[in-house]
């Protein structure tokens, strides 16, 4: 059977590529891009995909090292899913759950979400997307505190740098400012904190005692703002887009002791970090915080469909379900196409311990090849890895820990050899990162460590920092 009789088969393009690309730049405006530039070049067409590789309209096999953005957790390709949506779509394709309504597979999810979550998650809240995850908490934080009789506890606390989507409540709590810049943001209510960043902001402190400074900038912040006006603070247990920073050991416990000092609520951003990414199904276990909201998305559903959603702890869950009307809501909230996906997808996570594996085998065996590539590279410092996060930095010189002045130009640069040669890291800043799906084996590891090895000498050759490399 041919499930989708109407398009032509991944085997047979419609169109050459430069008929994609006239059509594309006639007619598409891609997110986050220079368009004109864009269209000049004309896109790369990925036409299908199996396990971790892109082919693309050329025929090019190409190693997806960002497991799509970021999402496509459990790899590409699998029939399971594609049947989830086909058979959900045929027994009922779309029922909202605003009016006194429910279906089966919303509730299926959601109880199954409440077994993977760490302890005390039993309620979700379903967005199509993590930036509609994060507009939610902000209003649910202070929906929460309004019913708890302080309406003025309204301000989030939020990081440099930090990435909570494009929305504008999104965007707002993210610090990222060439996204501020348009449109004039943050909106009011959100304050932003220095990011742990030790390699960039560290100086002569160690990890240790940078991390506890970093963290201390939460309680400096919420004395400043005074607590009765603070709602709550929202991180990423490891920054993703921000170019994927590890915080030092010491980050988070001291984060949680604040929180709990001042009883603000903790959020955790597990858009990325939350269905294995660290090894743990959420970054928050990793880390052993107990937040009150995760946001997640992204590896919910491996990308396969949209779907975000916020993760409710108890203690949170009772007050908003106390609360009365709570007026928010999409009309895809719990969309039963997404959430059959997202079930099926969290099945065969559990089912072949794909999260597990990862950890226990091939995360540590993939970290050692990755440091043993680049530890000594001339080009490169603070090389780091956590679960299938993998990151390194373009500096000018190791040993002060000099950064190049036109550092983001260059990782570009470094990202377009990366492409050349077949393989999909993304530049951030200075840092070139990778976040390969959980489901990459210690063979490919090696091909992606190759792969990688192979272009940052081919960058270290053209700047001429090293002949023999
Ligand atoms: C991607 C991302 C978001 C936004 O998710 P979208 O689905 O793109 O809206 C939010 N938070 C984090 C940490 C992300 O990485």
């Not at 709590?173 to 348009?182: T, V």
């Not at 946001?295 to 007050?319: C, E, F, N, Q």
């Not at 050692?368 to 603070?382: E, I, R």
Request: one cysteine or more; hydrophobic letters at 40%; glycine letters at 10%.
């Amino acid at each position: 059977m041919n499930p989708n009789p109407i398009s032509p088969g991944h085997s047979s393009p419609g169109r050459s590529t430069a008929q994609y690309q006239a059509l594309d730049a006639a007619h598409h405006i891609h997110p986050f891009s220079d368009t004109a530039a864009l269209n000049a070049h004309g896109s790369r067409v990925i036409t299908h995909a199996e396990g971790i590789y892109l082919f693309d309209s050329d025929g090019n096999k190409i190693f997806d090292a960002m497991s799509g953005l970021w999402c496509v957790n459990i790899g590409y390709g699998r029939q399971e899913l594609a049947e989830a949506a086909y058979q959900q779509m045929l027994q009922l394709p779309f029922y909202n759950t605003f009016f006194k309504t429910t279906h089966p597979p919303v509730i299926e999810l959601s109880s199954l979400l409440a077994q993977v979550a760490p302890e005390g998650f039993n309620h979700v809240f379903y967005t199509n997307s993590g930036s509609e995850g994060n507009d939610t908490i902000i209003r649910m934080v202070r929906h929460y505190w309004a019913t708890l009789g302080q309406p003025q506890k309204k301000t989030i606390i939020a990081r440099e740098n930090g990435y909570h989507g494009s929305t504008i409540g999104g965007a707002s709590l993210g610090g990222m400012h060439y996204m501020h810049e348009q449109g004039d943001l943050p909106i009011p209510g959100i304050a932003h904190i220095e990011q742990p960043y030790w390699y960039a902001n560290g100086g002569e402190l160690s990890p240790k005692e940078y991390g506890l400074k970093a963290a201390r900038a939460l309680e400096q912040k919420i004395l400043e703002l005074g607590v009765e006006n603070v709602a709550a603070f929202i991180g990423e247990p490891v920054q993703g887009a921000g170019g994927i920073i590890i915080p030092p050991s010491s980050y988070w416990p001291e984060i949680q002791r604040i929180c709990d000092q001042y009883g603000i609520l903790l959020i955790a951003d597990e858009v990325i970090c939350g269905f294995g990414r660290t090894g743990s199904w959420f970054g928050s276990q990793h880390y052993g915080i107990r937040p009150h909201l995760m946001t997640i998305a992204k590896g919910l559903s491996s990308g396969y469909i949209p779907i975000g959603g916020v993760l409710i702890h108890d203690s949170v869950a009772k007050v908003l379900i106390d609360g009365g009307d709570f007026n928010h809501g999409f009309t895809y909230s719990g969309h039963p196409v997404a959430c059959a996906v997202a079930a099926t997808n969290i099945r065969i996570l559990q089912k072949e311990r794909i999260i597990e594996r990862m950890n226990e085998d091939v995360a540590p065996y993939a970290a050692q090849l990755w440091h043993d590539a680049f530890d000594h590279h001339p080009l490169v410092d603070d090389v780091r890895s956590l679960g299938f996060f993998f990151a390194l930095t373009l500096v000018e010189d190791k040993a002060s820990r000099k950064r190049f002045e036109h550092g983001s130009s260059m990782a570009l640069r470094c990202r377009d050899i990366c492409l050349k040669n077949q393989l999909v890291m993304r530049a951030t800043g200075d840092s070139m990162i990778a976040a390969p799906p959980l489901v990459m084996s210690r063979s490919q590891a090696e091909e992606f460590v190759r792969l990688a090895k192979q272009c940052i000498d081919e960058y270290a050759r053209e700047l001429g920092i090293r002949k023999d490399l």
